[in-house]
């Protein structure tokens, strides 16, 4: 239109003016169409009318039908509803159902079980399996995990308490029934005392131990529902046992010592008599030892016979005669009897403390678990007051171990052991001091062989009490045979031949190789040894040193060689040493004895030659001392004429008699010395013969016997004698 009028830019007014006049003209055309149609506008109109009555017919139709959906939902919408809650319901029945058959499987004892609890028979084995059964039955149900909620039913609630009320009662007559048991075992083990109060045996608890063992499982479901009954029953079975096995470990005690001791027949009876009417008992209630326990192996005892201690030997100078009797009073026959009484005991001993153990550890189920929070410090009364008088509230004991409550119940149960044994050994070293080597290697052996077993267990700590308490003893009887040695006192009037504690060294050293072979002390007896040695090495010399009437190289000589003679014979290996040691001391003492005695025979004789050693040793020459006039021909020959054969012989002759008198006939050395006598005078002879043929060649002098004559005189006057 722009393009159309080329003046509109330049002539605004001329455009606006023509765009005016074509709309007016537009305008009138449009009404004259308009007015044109009016007849379609009117059936338009009318259509319209009809549309609309039509659209309000549809609306009542769908008013109609809303109401009738607005109905059927508001039934549906019950419908979904009823259907949730029946959902609902049928859930929560099943849970119900759920829960009650849970209480009723799990919380419903059967009527048998309780009739079993509460009138059960606890004496017969069909009865106390009927209650073993019942009792883990009730456990059972007092230990069912109860769901949330549970607790807070009143049913529940009831029938805990039902549970509980069946577990006291049952409790208490459990308990009531053991304790009654444990009575009657007193009363029936009593009654066997009489039968074995004169054997050295002990009464077996192994039908007793067999019938308890039937209620184990009933322990064990005490101990774990009702700890204060489990530990009252426990206190009343160390309570009860205790003095129990006191009567029987004190008579069986006071039989060993009866036999120890040797006792007569009328003495026999005392084992059936009241204890305070025992002269043993009188004799050996001061002994104390120290704490001690014991364990045994299972050798067996051949009976004894009683012997009369009234035909020991005697002998006052014996080294260990110390108020008591001495060892020597005792012989072969009477150690092996007491090394037979004390393995004996040992042997009824042990196998009584292990079975005990044994039964305990199992009835009392104290082997289950081996470490409890805790520590047994002050868990045993040995006074007999409660286990433990801080724990009595039916809370499990504290303890460092079960293995330390079993300990601990043993030692109440055997506590009379301890001394009952200690005063046994005290007895046997008064009866014989040596008699602790044989309960040095008694115990060491079983003290090795318990603690192979179980190093912490009361039979391994009870025996390394004891050992140190024997091998105390043995350390003693070394101590004491040292003080005899320095203390021996010889007689000024006789001879003092073979020194007591020489022969009683000799006595221990033969009685402690036989006992100790193949033992486990070896080593103590090793120390022992060397201590000893070395006190008869000094004391001997002492004594030589000390001795009037006989030499001291007679002393020296024959204790010696006695100790060589033993050392050589038993081959102690840690002796060695000495051995050689003594040879050399008896080979030197002997030497000097046959030299100092053979001076005098030829003591004229000894002197003028000693003279002529003189001379040559100062210078002049042998040829040349036949010139002298103290040593010259004429002198020597009147020197020899006072030594014819015959004065030789008589002087030999005075000789052996001296030297017999010098020696103890016990060590028979007289033929020995006599023979290295025969032998220096012989030397001595052919020393003289050799002087004489080079200080005085060719003068023809000899002496008035040969050597030949020397070994007849020598025999002859041994023969003679």
Known sequence: MMEGCEYAISNAEAFAEKLSRELQVLDGANIQSIMASEKQVNILMKLLDEALKEVDQIELKLSSYEEMLQSVKEQMDQISESNHLIHLSNTNNVKLLSEIEFLVNHMDLAKGHIKALQEGDLASSRGIEACTNAADALLQCMNVALRPGHDLLLAVKQQQQRFSDLRELFARRLASHLNNVFVQQGHDQSSTLAQHSVELTLPNHHPFHRDLLRYAKLMEWLKSTDYGKYEGLTKNYMDYLSRLYEREIKDFFEVAKIKMTGTTKESKKFATLPRKESA???????????????????????????????????????????????ASDLDVADRTKFDKIFEQVLSELEPLCLAEQDFISKFFKLQQHQSMPGTMAEAEDLDGGTLSRQHNCGTPLPVSSEKDMIRQMMIKIFRCIEP?????????????????????????HHVWTAQNVDPASFLSTTLGNVLVTVKRNFDKCISNQIRQMEEVKISKKSKVGILPFVAEFEEFAGLAES????????????????????????????????????????????????????????KISCLEAEKKEAKQKYTDHLQSYVIYSLGQPLEKLNH???????????????????????????ELRKVIKEYPGKEVKKGLDNLYKKVDKHLCEEENLLQVVWHSMQDEFIRQYKHFEGLIARCYPGSGVTMEFTIQDILDYCSSIAQSH
Do not use: C, W
């Open 608 to 634: 003028f030659f000693e003279g002529v050693e003189a001379r040559v040793a100062q210078g002049i020459r042998e040829e040349e001392v036949s010139y002298q006039l103290a040593f010259n021909k004429q």
């Open 515 to 570: 006992i100790f072979k193949n033992a486990e002390r070896r080593g103590d007896l090793d120390k022992a040894y060397t201590k000893l040695i070395r006190g008869v090495f000094v004391n001997v010399e002492k004594v030589a040193n000390e001795s009037q009437k006989t030499p001291r190289d007679v002393v020296m000589m024959e204790n010696f060689h006695h100790i060589f003679a033993t050392l050589s014979r038993l």
């Open 420 to 444: 009952e044994l200690n005063n046994l050994i005290a007895l046997g070293d008064k009866i014989d001091s040596f008699n602790s080597l044989y309960m040095l290697v008694k115990m060491s």
């Open 280 to 326: 043993v008992k009188q004799e050996t209630e001061s002994l104390h030892g120290s704490s001690g326990k014991l364990t045994g192996s299972t050798s067996s005892l051949n009976k004894l016979s009683v012997q009369s201690s009234g035909n020991r030997r005697s002998q006052s100078s014996s080294l260990l005669d110390m108020g008591n009797m001495s």
